[in-house]
């Protein structure tokens, strides 16, 4: 028996960028260019140049993989069914080798012309995005952001790597700092789409075990992050710039997310606060690695 | 096929292929670019 298979047209271009995500490819490159720049030794312009897209190609195949493993899930929630492949603009066929070949392009440019150790961090990262959060724990555990929230922890370490060629006490506390601000970061965002991901299936923390523990949740893991971002500082690895920036912008961070995690959610609510914690939370990431820089350079 | 989607199927392809285009003489200008860079530091 043969099965008729619609023909669909050839994808619109602008149909590969969507797939790159290139909304979090922008705080990718960001957190990828500072862990660059923060470090002690300077980089060619053109080889940082080079290391830097070849993060946000590295990130745009790691979110084309994960748009061609996930379409099924994003055809069912309001945020994600207008992406090319839930939407009918493109075939999966087309978006995997689009993802594969990004990928293995951009790991073989930065192990050409920027170093090694920068092209193995990048390789880690896009399979861990790919295999570890994508295909093994998303649909499986309430933890899947929590662990999966390294994949997008590496930028500082691989940006750094690109200009050292090595690895250092600070950006592996940058890493840190983005793998604990994951969780509060996505839980926040999880509460009030909670429909959503109920609806595709996908086990996040406020469908799995309820609000209230969400809530609890996002309060405690503040905590450790809070310690990551101001360390630095102390362990004298930076300036008092990033010292006076991460104590302000640490602590009203952490009064959002104390005042979301001591809530208690009535009928009919806007989810204000919880909306606050992750548009703050964004801006909050770009202001730490931007003092992060500016501290170098004044100060240096 | 209809002729509307004749059309938009070509526009398409044109499209894509003004966009492989610019995106590989972008990748020789990188690639030049690269080896300028690669010469100057290992001269230093």
């Not at chain 1, 790991?107 to 990048?122: D, E, H, K, P």
């Not at chain 1, 209230?212 to 949740?217: A, K, L, P």
């Not at chain 1, 959002?256 to 703050?280: C, P």
């Amino acid at each position: 028996m043969t099965v008729a298979v619609p023909l669909l047209p050839p994808a619109d271009w602008r149909d590969f960028l969507a797939l790159t995500k290139p909304r979090v490819m922008t705080l990718v490159v960001f957190t990828g260019l500072c862990g660059m720049l923060a470090a002690p030794v300077g980089i060619d312009p053109v080889i940082g140049f080079t290391a830097i897209l070849c993060i946000a190609l590295g990130a745009g195949a790691a979110g084309a993989l994960n748009q061609w493993y996930e379409a099924d899930i994003d055809a069912l929630m309001r945020r994600t069914q207008g992406r090319p492949l839930p939407a009918g603009r493109m075939d999966r066929q087309s978006a995997l080798h689009f993802g594969v070949g990004l990928a293995a392009f951009s790991v073989i440019l930065m192990g050409l012309a920027v170093n090694l150790a920068a092209a193995a961090i990048l390789t880690v990262s896009i399979l861990f995005y790919v295999l570890v959060y994508t295909v093994w724990l998303k649909r499986r555990t309430p933890q899947n952001i929590v662990i999966g929230g390294a994949a997008g922890a590496f930028p500082p370490l691989i940006g750094w790597a690109a200009a050292t060629g090595d690895v250092a006490l600070l950006p592996l506390l940058l890493f840190s700092l983005v793998f604990l601000w994951t969780p509060p970061h996505f839980w926040a965002l999880a509460l009030f789409v909670k429909t959503d991901y109920a609806n595709a299936g996908v086990p996040m923390l406020p469908v799995v075990a309820g609000e209230r523990v969400t809530r609890t949740q996002i309060g405690l893991y503040t905590i450790p992050m809070a310690i990551v971002a101001i360390a630095p500082w102390p362990l004298g690895l930076t300036g008092w710039i990033y010292g006076a920036v991460s104590v302000a912008m640490t602590a009203v961070f952490a009064l959002l997310a104390l005042m979301v995690a001591t809530r208690t959610q009535a009928a009919d609510d806007s989810m204000k606060v919880e909306k606050q914690l992750f548009k703050f939370s964004i801006l909050y990431l770009f202001v730490m690695f931007g003092a992060l820089v500016v501290d170098r350079w004044v100060l240096a | 096929m209809t002729p509307e989607e004749q059309d938009l199927i070509r526009r398409r392809q044109k499209s894509r292929s003004v966009v492989m285009a610019v995106l590989l003489v972008a990748l020789v200008v990188l690639i030049f670019a690269i080896t300028l860079s690669r010469i100057k530091l290992a001269m230093t």
